[in-house]
């Protein structure tokens, strides 16, 4: 008996590093969605969250992006408080954008949350800026809005576009990539004015969401998932990762996605290899998680974030033509 169990643990250490070493990967992941929730991940052993009280974080009710204001239009409205979309996570406090336009904080060690802070107007990405303030994209009115969260106010905004959505900096700071969402622009901005000095357009980016930067800040992959052509009519596009060189600000590869990987968000790993790509598969109404590598273009797994837990707990989505969307990406590394 005493053999077999060492046997048993033997064989359990093994197969959990395996699996360690297959995704190469240590840390955690909070992947917004529409819910209103956010879904958690260990990238160690990149398990489909299944526990609905332990695999995910509750900030708000549902809501979707497409309804209320959108790039200044009006749509029809059905949620007022909105789901969550974006986070951006600063020690283990997570910032939580919301499309009302909320900002919501959720401390990860005590499971406390804070009470809302009327921000903006419809929240799309959320990320730390170079400065610590964070920087909320608003799809309603087209600002980033700049958030201090020592002082927990709001301390700026900056008319950018229509519906922006995702922002990154280069390593010095000279520039700033925002990306444009119904307008499917990327705009380069002289961070020291604060003035747009080019917008980038493609015919493979008609409806994008956010963006991140390469590691070592050569290049910005934007997340061109193309569920609208221009004009917001039916997309015939597939998703694409549209990477732009910092040094030229051109387009420099196409990366076309499978259909069940609408790209809305990505992050790359600290040592560059691997890109976190958060997806939305209309086709089997999940979200996903995909990592790539970064070298290759190929998509070495993808694990279900949303099904995986809503078809065993009996939940199912009313908004959103039952497609459960997922939305930004915040990680927590491990040292």
């Not at 569920?227 to 015939?236: H, I, N, R, V």
Request: with cysteine.
């Amino acid at each position: 008996m005493v053999v077999l169990a060492v046997i048993a643990l033997v064989v359990g250490i093994m197969t959990k590093t395996s699996v360690e070493a297959a995704s190469g990967l240590a840390g955690t992941a909070y992947v917004a969605g529409h819910g209103g929730h956010l879904a958690i991940i260990d990238l160690a052993t990149l398990k489909p969250p299944t526990d609905i009280e332990k695999d995910r974080v509750v900030i708000t009710e549902a809501g979707s992006e497409m309804e209320g204001k959108i790039a200044g239009m009006d749509f029809a409205a059905v949620k007022k408080a909105g789901g969550s979309h974006g986070s951006t996570l600063i020690g283990k406090t997570l910032y939580v954008g919301l499309l009302n336009g909320n900002v919501v904080t959720y401390d990860l060690a005590t499971g406390k949350k804070s009470a809302p802070m009327q921000v903006g107007k419809k929240f799309c990405g959320a990320i730390t800026g170079p400065d610590g303030n964070i920087y909320f994209e608003d799809m309603a009115d087209g600002h980033v809005y700049v958030f201090d969260p020592k002082g927990m106010k709001t301390v700026d905004s900056m008319p950018v576009g229509a519906a922006v959505c995702g922002i990154g900096w280069t390593k010095n700071s000279d520039k700033a990539y925002v990306s444009d969402m119904p307008l499917g622009k990327v705009y380069v901005i002289d961070w020291k004015t604060k003035k747009t000095i080019k917008e980038i357009t493609d015919p493979d980016m008609t409806f994008i969401h956010q963006l991140s930067m390469t590691p070592d800040g050569s290049q910005v992959w934007v997340a061109a998932a193309n569920e609208f052509d221009p004009g917001l009519k039916p997309g015939t596009h597939h998703p694409y990762l549209i990477v732009i060189d910092t040094k030229t600000d051109k387009i420099v590869d196409r990366i076309e996605m499978p259909d069940t990987i609408r790209t809305h968000d990505l992050e790359f790993s600290r040592d560059g290899k691997t890109a976190l790509v958060t997806g939305r598969d209309y086709v089997h109404k999940d979200g996903v998680l995909a990592l790539m590598d970064v070298k290759t273009h190929k998509v070495e797994k993808t694990v279900s974030l949303c099904v995986s837990c809503h078809q065993p707990n009996g939940v199912q989505v009313t908004i959103d033509d039952g497609a459960p969307l997922l939305c930004g990406l915040a990680i927590d590394w491990k040292k």
